[in-house]
């Protein structure tokens, strides 16, 4: 098992990675970089939340599905 100090720098990198591909893209498809920048900020957002709720849905399903 991995040390807590090196999980948080893993989630701290992959978020840094995942938001610079999501500015890149919506860059290139917007030509924006103030909309880039906020799609990404928005997407970092939506995505924390999601996934706190797919947490909280599999916690409460426990030992239910093997």
């Given amino acids: 098992m991995e040390s807590n100090r090196k999980s948080i720098y893993k989630t701290v990198s992959w978020h840094i990675l995942h938001v610079t591909m999501v500015t ?3 860059y290139l498809v917007t030509g924006s970089i103030h909309i880039a920048a906020f799609l990404a ?20 399903l426990g030992n239910k599905i093997k």
């Fill in 24 to 26: 890149i893209v919506a």
């Fill in 41 to 60: 900020s928005a997407e970092l957002i939506w995505e924390s939340f999601a996934y706190f709720l797919h947490e909280r849905v599999w916690a409460k």
